[in-house]
């Protein structure tokens, strides 16, 4: 069970963008690595394309890089704070991802 999922909201705690929080949109499983909106921003230089009849604009455009997920922690909604996460197992079998800190479930 992965610990950051998309639309969870994370808080960076290494690398230039130390102490600011996003909300996840990507996850990459493979690379183990996460894309979070508004984080970890880069310049790409991007030539102008024409793929499938329509034309894209080339310049310097400003995009998200993705990040290790070792470097983002889960937000909990209930205490708000960034905390590690368990799994607890429902009664009704189901797994949930669980907040160390307070106990509350996430999901």
Same mark, same amino acid.
């Given at each position: 069970m992965n610990k950051v999922r998309r639309?969870?909201?994370v808080l960076v705690i290494s690398g230039k963008d130390r102490g600011k929080?996003? @909300?996840v949109r990507q996850v990459l499983p493979k690379n183990t690595r996460v894309v979070v909106e508004g984080i970890n921003l880069i $310049? $790409?230089?991007q030539r102008p394309t024409?793929? =499938?009849? @329509?034309? =894209?604009?080339?310049g310097i455009v400003t995009r998200e890089a993705p990040l290790h997920v070792s470097? @983002?922690?889960l937000v909990c909604k209930e205490c708000g704070k960034a =905390? *590690?996460?368990?799994v607890r197992v429902r009664p009704d079998g189901a797994k949930v *991802? @669980?907040?160390k800190r307070c106990g509350a479930d996430v999901d």
């Open positions: 639309n969870d909201t929080t996003g @909300v $310049k $790409k230089h024409q793929q =499938a009849g @329509v034309p =894209a604009p080339g470097n @983002v922690m =905390a *590690r996460t368990g *991802r @669980v907040c």
